[in-house]
């Protein structure tokens, strides 16, 4: 992935992270930043199957979960299936189309299966949604419902690159795109295999409790009026786990919550209006919850 992504290992470290926690990833940039390429070079990398749509206003709800028509030779509605029956999803940039479409999505993500007409179908596994979208400011864009942003195991940013990055970007595509150097590492059973891997990890009473004061903290912060919820504590677990993982360790450390707790809950975070007013932000309230809550001295070791 690193091969496309230049400068960013970080983003790409959180988004495996993301990928092997069965989560969800929501890419929240401005335009240009490389957002659909990493989307791109990980179903590369994972030999998975990837759709891509475009969140436009005209974008509906059958587009996405697929719709059933009735078939005149056996008298049965057939289902036929949308974008979202693939491996990996692109929502690209998901804040420009309708509340109603976003809100298709909600069942998808969760269930991981599509009800049409009262009959369930199940989505292939692995399955993952990367959703990107531009700072709410911009023209033309719609916030997500909070129910919505609580699916999402993580919100990343990829940032502007350095200047040695920016360089190295401008080199490499004068003759091809990246992505072509971007090869198959593994495939569908060996991503499965892995996140059966992370969930096998051992995990300390401990770290439990730590994960759980921090929500807490966020709950009966003074400027927070709607913490993290406990699918959002249950999603620090997963990816502390994975960073556990890809650090190629088989148990947890309380360092791994806490490196994992920005990205998994600032987007979760609803502030008060004194907030506001007080030049506050989600990552400001993050800051200040991490360093309140005691962080315990070590979690299991296998």
Known sequence: VKKAIVGKDEVVARALMVVLSRG??????????GKTTLALAFSRAMGIEYRRVQFTPDVVPSDILGFSIYDKETGNLVYKPGAVMCNLLLADEINRTSSKTQSALLEVMEERQVSIDGV??????????????????????????????????????MGYPDFNSQVRILRDRKGENPLNQVSQAVDAAAVRRMQ???????????????I?????????HAV?????????????????????????RDYVLPEDAAAVF?????HRLVLSPKAKLAGKTAEDVIREVLASVRMPLAGARG
């Open 120 to 157: 369930t179908h199940a989505l292939p596994d692995p399955f993952l949604v990367i959703a990107t979208q531009n700072p709410v400011g911009a023209a033309g864009t719609q916030l997500l419902p909070q129910a919505q942003l609580d699916r999402f195991m993580a919100r990343l940013k």
């Open 212 to 220: 759980t004061h921090l929500a807490q903290a966020t709950r009966e």
């Open 224 to 248: 927070v009026q709607l913490g993290v919820s406990p699918r959002g504590a249950l999603a620090v677990l997963k990816m502390a786990q994975a960073r556990a993982y890809v650090s190629g």
């Open 24 to 33: 969800h990833i929501l890419l929240e940039d401005v335009p240009g930043v």
């Open 196 to 210: 059966g891997e992370v969930d096998s990890l051992n995990v300390a009473d401990s770290i439990y409790e730590y």
């Open 262 to 266: 920005g990205d998994v809950c600032a």
